[in-house]
């Protein structure tokens, strides 16, 4: 269960300690859990719950976080995120350290219940999150929200429920584009990078027949046979992960005319343009060469930076 640091007995040193420690985890600000209990939508929702003033409705990443979409980018999820709660009627706001609050106008038909816990829909916060986060991170709050199973007409449907609102030139120009079978953030923050360059778009989650299975290839030009893939820590790291990988790649390179290049985030998020040279690099390449590769001349992996 979930608790309030200030409830427990304990100083905030001593709870930072339980924390460096690995016995507890901070959800938010002043709501902690053991860390070796289960995450569900039933925690998530009684630790919202204790921060989440009457009348308030759940809103934007954390409305994301109860419907099991979890957004925080990277470099945050070592900081406490706030709770997102917004009042729907005039004068309505959360006073509270760790809540960002206000007034949101909306009506019923975007407010459902979690557990007990009011939160705007997935297609409303969908919308919201289009709208309201910077670029990158909203493209990939859109392709996690079609992946989640909200429909793609519905979206596009939505869009022009926000005209004059703040973002809508945003969400208009991405609720087109968006993908569901995008499989991961980085994976759609690649893809939107790789549009703003102007190259041929491609294609999210390609299939390629293995032995006995189908692979997935992260974003590929099938008519170049070209694609690129990326690494996170999360589910690359472990040796198993790396071998997996490694065993994968060579039977492509080996037996498909398939050039993948492979990308991690020191690459990707590294505030410079080298994913987008490596990508002008890499194309340019593929061009050249994939006479020969459909021809059967022998396929190679490029290393990844």
């Given at each position: 269960?979930?608790?309030?640091?200030?409830?427990?007995?304990?100083?905030?040193?001593?709870?930072?300690?339980?924390?460096d420690s690995g016995h507890l985890r901070r959800l938010f600000r002043e709501v902690y859990v053991g860390a070796d209990t289960p995450d569900?939508?039933?925690?998530r929702a009684?630790?919202?719950?204790?921060?989440?003033?009457?009348?308030?409705?759940?809103?934007?990443?954390t409305a994301a976080w109860l419907h099991g979409i979890d957004l925080l980018p990277a470099r945050d999820l070592d900081q406490v995120p706030d709770v997102h709660a917004f009042h729907t009627g005039k004068g309505g706001f959360v006073a509270r350290s760790g809540?960002?609050?206000?007034?949101?106008m909306m009506p019923d038909s975007d407010i459902t219940e979690l557990e007990g816990v009011p939160v705007t829909t997935l297609l409303?916060?969908?919308?919201?999150?289009?709208?309201l986060l910077w670029r990158e991170r909203a493209f990939a709050a859109l392709d996690a929200f079609l992946h989640a199973g909200v429909d793609k007409d519905d979206l596009l449907l939505s869009v022009e429920r926000f005209r004059g609102m703040r973002g809508v030139c945003q969400l208009r120009a991405f609720a087109p584009l968006a993908d569901g079978r995008a499989d991961s953030p980085p994976e759609s923050i690649m893809r939107l990078r790789w549009l703003d360059t102007g190259l041929p778009a491609p294609e999210p989650q390609v299939p390629v027949d293995g032995p006995g299975t189908t692979w997935f290839l992260d974003l590929g030009l099938e008519g170049l046979y070209y694609a690129m893939e990326y690494d996170g820590e999360e589910f690359h790291s472990r040796e198993c992960d790396v071998e997996h990988d490694r065993e994968r790649?060579?039977?492509?390179?080996?037996?498909?005319?398939?050039?993948?290049?492979?990308?991690?985030?020191?690459?990707?998020?590294?505030?410079?343009n080298t994913y987008e040279h490596k990508l002008r690099r890499?194309?340019?390449?593929?061009?050249r060469t994939v006479a020969n590769r459909v021809r059967g001349r022998r396929w190679f992996?490029?290393?990844g930076e």
């Open positions: 269960m979930p608790f309030m640091g200030r409830a427990s007995g304990l100083n905030p040193r001593q709870l930072q300690m339980l924390v569900t939508l039933g925690l009684r630790a919202v719950a204790m921060v989440l003033a009457p009348g308030a409705v759940v809103t934007d990443v809540v960002t609050s206000g007034q949101r409303r916060t969908a919308c919201d999150l289009g709208r790649r060579e039977w492509m390179r080996d037996n498909t005319p398939w050039v993948i290049e492979v990308i991690d985030k020191h690459t990707l998020f590294n505030g410079t890499g194309i340019t390449e593929a061009r992996i490029m290393p």
